[in-house]
């Protein structure tokens, strides 16, 4: 048996919310799960897996299979609840249409064919369940090597009836009343049909064309969203044409990790960028850059005052700085953290990490420096329908656009936002969240139970934006601007209430919003309140979010967006800022911004001037991912 990898070896399965899936399950059917399947741990196929297969701590395992079967998996968490199924083929797929060859390595492009009146129409499209196993050229190469020993068996076939031709010959040139000596041969494009002989004595022979593919000039083979490449050529001596497929896949997004020693000399641990000779970072020419810098700053002598140490923007020639406090043990780390833009470059650029102000008095250790570009954005398609019901066929039941299109397969999701249905492809670069304050694993503490308001008479509820229904209000806003990391539709607002609540009559409220850097606002939850949209104040809650403009949610890969949060009489869980980081670029770089109002509206993006010492936890996304 001929045994080949299941999947990828370096596959990483992962939940629906992105996180790795580890001590996962993965039950191994034949196709159609009519039977648990037989696999293996190593390509020889000494050592059989179980059935299920359990992942390890990174959500991989390693699992050969026999190519002649198809097969079905089933990935289950660890307690054995079904999360996606996938059937799996290992043989590769030829799609031949008399003398057109269409060819899509791996099964990487779908090839639709119509019938039509004057020929054979081809319609490709990219195949997402297994682009990700596309082939390489030299797998395609051997493709094209076992259509070669095809057309060889034939050739084998002819040459074993030119034998046969020759041992009649042989038969009867031995016979007593021998005729004249002749020879018969065949040809690429013919053969013998037909041997007969005369009452006398003379042989006949009668051949036939072979029945090769003849040519199909009007078939059509297109890609109507230029996902395929499509080279033709011509096969003269068998006049037949072969189309050969690729996939156009866009270059991934550029990105580094670097760490430095003492002496600030940078290695690259991660990414796809480079160091010059010199040891600095290099910035391409028309991209533009993210920069975030970590590490931790020690006293090496006391001094009875703050410092600063500044580092150096080497693109702009200017300083960030960072106060450190002399009067810390020289054993105490001081962490920092700054985070900037390098504007997209006019030319390339070699970028060097460097601080003043670092003198006898410390030194700087743990440099983290970590680099993406924020030019590689790609927007998420989309469809949408009106509001008159649609049918699938004229014998189908007419229903709305959301009930009669739906996926079945964890690669395409529907996301519904108003009156727009927008079709997502779930790749790594549209997971969910797709904007975030801070990660879960850092929360340590709640912000500041804050705020309180009185209604107006006439009034039983708070009304947003109207400030004739409280006669006075005060309340708590957070601002924060964040890089969107994943690109798609967001409908789904997640918050953790931690705390008491200090305000139930009237109740406690919170509302929040996403704006574009320019102080637009694109889309929030709207106003929530205690008793109606939650009842404690302490659970985790997932708003729906509605966008002010068709389209506004739909957020950008390597995008900034400003998120603000207006609350009163709450607590939401947070990271503590102010105690366990260094925020002085806060206040220039507008990253995390808290201030208060008396209004029942948005704070303008460039009112707020103090320094958060608390970050909620806030990820907004297409779906909940509490």
Known sequence: MTLRALWPLTQQFQAKNGSILVSGKVYIYYQGRTALATTYHDEEGTVVNANPVILDNNGRATVFADTIYSYTIVVCDYYGKELFSQDITLHDAILSAKNVIV??????????????????????????DIIATKKSVDDVKTDLNNLTEVVNGHTTEISQIKDDVAGIESAISNKKDKQQLKSFKGSATKTVKNISQDENGELNVEFEDIDLP???????????????????SVDAETNTKTFDLSVNIEDAPTFGRFVANNGLILTKTEGNMTLSSDGKIQLKKGKGYHFTIRGNYYNDKLYNDLLDINFIEYSRNETIPIIVDGTLATSQAQPFEISFDVAQRTSDLNYGIAFSGLTSNGHISGLRVEVHDINSVSVNG??????????VDANAEPGYLENVLVSDSDIVSLVKLGNVLHVQVNTASTADPKLYTCDEAVINGATNNYGSYALANGYDKLVWDDPSSYAWLNASVIQMKRLCTSQGTVTKCNVALSGSLSLTSPPAFINCGIFNTDGKLLGSTGLRLYGTDFFSGS???????????????????????????????????????????????????????????????????????????????????ASPSI
């Not at 060819?103 to 990487?108: Q, T, V, Y």
């Not at 003849?214 to 033709?232: C, F, G, K, L």
């Not at 389209?551 to 900034?560: I, P, Q, R, V």
């Not at 925020?583 to 001037?609: C, Q, V």
């Open 103 to 128: 060819m899509g390595s791996n099964g990487s492009v779908k090839v639709d064919t119509t019938t039509l009146p004057n020929g054979v129409k081809y319609d490709l499209s990219v195949n997402t």
């Open 214 to 232: 003849q040519e199909v000039p009007n078939v059509e083979i297109t890609s109507e969203d230029s996902s395929v490449n499509i080279t033709a």
């Open 382 to 391: 989309g469809s949408s329908g009106d509001n008159d019901k649609v049918a």
């Open 539 to 621: 659970e985790l809650v997932s708003f729906d979010m509605s966008e002010v403009n068709t389209g506004d949610l739909n957020l950008k890969n390597n995008t900034y967006y400003i998120i603000q949060i207006i609350t009163c009489g709450l607590q939401l869980a947070s990271l503590s800022h102010k105690d366990s980081y260094n925020y002085a670029y806060d206040y220039d770089l507008r990253m995390n911004i808290e201030g208060t109002t008396s209004k029942a509206a948005w704070s303008n993006i460039n009112d707020l001037t103090t320094r958060a010492a608390q970050i909620p936890w806030i990820s907004f996304a």
